[in-house]
């Protein structure tokens, strides 16, 4: 079997030596294979509970793209949660059967789902479920990009780290506030004709607030 044009193939595409490693992207003219290289195709990943960190460690720059983006997309399940998010003024309380000891003048305090489902005199019926999202008006995660680093100041000084939304235009700080169903962008861009390895972190869902208790700075403009 003639395998003559499929190896001409390969060499034209990604360069005479098939290495095809992404330090050899630009040098084999193939950087349209990098992954995540502009906003409009970017790599993608999911997120359905809260609260997520995700962590990246790679490189960018010289010899491959310079810059990698990164679409966020929140599909929270069901308001699916892992933490308490205590209101101003509230803290969160856990509640167990195993109590040996009663404190004077209080009795024991008897659950019943059933019981408790209207509004009481301005007091909500009180969320027992631990992994769901408290019931905020208009509510918004708080999205948190952090630079870890690699301990290099000479490095670290050329690596850039943006917030990106939904329009995918930047956003001028490391925190963002996005609705459950939202999606968003994360930029780092290669500032040096280096290549540039990198260590970050985004913490999706620490908080959970309403948008009247936001600074409207930090809140992603919604798509008209």
């Known amino acids: 079997m003639d395998i003559t044009k499929e190896v001409q193939r390969n060499h034209i595409i990604y360069g005479a030596s098939d290495y095809t490693s992404s330090n050899g992207l630009a040098a084999s003219k193939s950087l349209n294979y990098a992954k995540g290289a502009t906003i409009l195709k970017p790599a993608e990943t999911f997120i359905s509970v809260v609260p997520h960190t995700?962590?990246?460690k790679d490189t960018v720059g010289l010899f491959g793209?310079?810059?990698?983006?990164?679409?966020?997309?929140?599909?929270?399940?069901?308001e699916t949660a892992k933490a308490c998010y205590e209101e101003l003024g509230w803290e969160c309380a856990y509640a167990n059967n195993l109590a040996t000891e009663f404190d004077a003048?209080?009795?024991?305090?008897?659950?019943?789902?059933?019981?408790?489902?209207?509004?009481?005199?301005?007091?909500?019926?009180?969320?027992?479920?631990?992994?769901?999202?408290?019931?905020?008006?208009?509510?918004?995660?708080?999205?948190?990009?952090?630079n870890l680093k690699v301990g290099n100041r000479f490095i670290d000084n050329w690596l850039d780290l943006r917030l990106y939304t939904m329009q995918r235009e930047e956003h001028p700080f490391d925190t963002m506030y996005v609705q459950p169903k939202d999606y968003f962008y994360i930029g780092i861009h290669a500032r040096n004709t280096k290549r540039l390895p990198y260590n970050i972190e985004c913490v999706i869902g620490r908080e959970y607030?309403?948008?009247?208790?936001?600074?409207?700075?930090l809140v992603m403009r919604k798509i008209n």
């Open 65 to 78: 793209a310079e810059n990698y983006f990164l679409k966020v997309k929140l599909e929270i399940i069901g």
């Open 105 to 146: 003048g209080w009795n024991t305090a008897e659950i019943d789902e059933a019981d408790d489902l209207t509004t009481v005199n301005t007091y909500k019926p009180a969320n027992i479920i631990a992994n769901k999202l408290p019931e905020v008006i208009n509510g918004y995660l708080s999205v948190e990009l952090n």
């Open 209 to 217: 607030r309403s948008f009247e208790s936001i600074d409207n700075k």
């Open 54 to 56: 995700l962590h990246y």
